[in-house]
């Protein structure tokens, strides 16, 4: 790969596709506000599945060539926590890697990892957005 591996995972760990979701943020369009925001290239992205009590682990990826994206993980309009886990493919020190409002705003280029484990069933959405633009792509998430 020209870049490296997709998802950072702790020394001796594998990558599991159904914990690890790689979530590729980008626009529709090729200019400055032509385009929806997509969220793995779609506006119509399908419904994960979790369970509780497992951990899962969202890499962000903003490859939009001028926008910043929002993400955010709520359930209904109750804003969630999740753990800030790497930046750009590293893995965050210890006193950086803590629990934190489950919404981040991200940059062209930019490729963020974060933690989030379920403790009771539901469902949740995983919000992406462009505020400017007033665009915005929502996935479910069915925990069970």
């Known amino acids: 790969m020209l870049y490296g591996p997709l998802i950072v995972v702790e020394p001796g760990a594998r990558f599991d596709p159904a914990q690890d979701h790689i979530v590729v943020l980008s626009r529709g369009g090729p200019g ?3 385009g929806p925001v997509l969220l793995n290239g779609t506006v119509k992205p399908p419904a994960l599945h979790w369970r509780t009590g497992q951990r899962y682990r969202l890499r962000f990826i903003n ?12 359930r209904s309009a109750t804003q969630l926590q999740w ?3 790497a930046k750009d ?3 965050l020190p210890p006193v950086h890697a803590v629990m ?3 919404r981040q705003g991200t940059l062209p280029g930019e490729t963020l990892d974060f933690e989030y ?4 069933a539901g469902n949740l959405q995983l919000e992406v957005s462009n ?3 007033q665009m915005k792509v929502v996935q479910q998430i069915e925990v069970r």
């Not at 490859?63 to 709520?74: C, H, K, T």
């Not at 484990?117 to 009771?120: A, I, R, S, Y």
């Open 32 to 34: 400055v506000s032509e």
């Open 63 to 74: 490859i939009a060539a001028f926008d910043g994206i929002g993400v955010a993980l709520r």
């Open 83 to 85: 753990r800030a886990v």
């Open 89 to 91: 493919g590293a893995e």
């Open 100 to 102: 934190q409002e489950g």
């Open 117 to 120: 484990q379920p403790t009771e």
């Open 131 to 133: 505020r400017r633009l």
